[in-house]
């Protein structure tokens, strides 16, 4: 079993940065970002992007892309988020999500084995 704790979340304002970490406790071939909308069940968790241990990066869209970085460190076991520009419709509960490995595509959920308890982000006007 391993272990996922995320930290990071926050309230900020729409165009503030928020930085988000995650740390496993061992290693895991493929780590993600999930965001859970205000109000919404655990089937509508969508992947924000995703990154292996080859540096195989994945993003929902290219609109996120161009706001969000994700990086990983595997010597810590840890991944991040660098969110910029934030838009209130990115405020939800970020989890961060480990895989093993998957025959899926990586934004899907059923890949992933394990997930953290989530950090939440506000973001308002």
């Known amino acids: 079993q391993v272990r996922l704790v995320e930290s990071g979340g926050g309230a900020v304002q729409v165009g503030e940065s928020l930085r988000l970490s995650c740390a496993a406790s061992?290693?895991?071939?493929?780590m993600a970002w999930f965001r859970q909308g205000p109000g919404t069940v655990t089937e509508m968790r969508s992947m924000?992007?995703?990154?292996?241990?080859?540096?195989?990066?994945?993003y929902h869209n290219d609109s996120l892309k161009a706001r969000f970085t994700v990086s990983r460190d595997i010597a810590k076991n840890s991944l991040y988020l660098e969110m910029n520009s934030l838009k209130i419709e990115d405020s939800g509960t970020y989890y961060c999500?480990?895989?093993?490995?998957?025959?899926?595509?990586?934004?899907?959920?059923?890949?992933?084995?394990?997930w953290g308890q989530g950090t939440q982000v506000v973001v308002s006007s």
């Open positions: 999500a480990g895989s093993r490995g998957c025959n899926r595509p990586w934004s899907s959920r059923r890949c992933y084995d394990f």
């Open positions: 924000v992007a995703a990154m292996g241990t080859t540096m195989e990066t994945v």
């Open positions: 061992d290693s895991i071939y493929f």
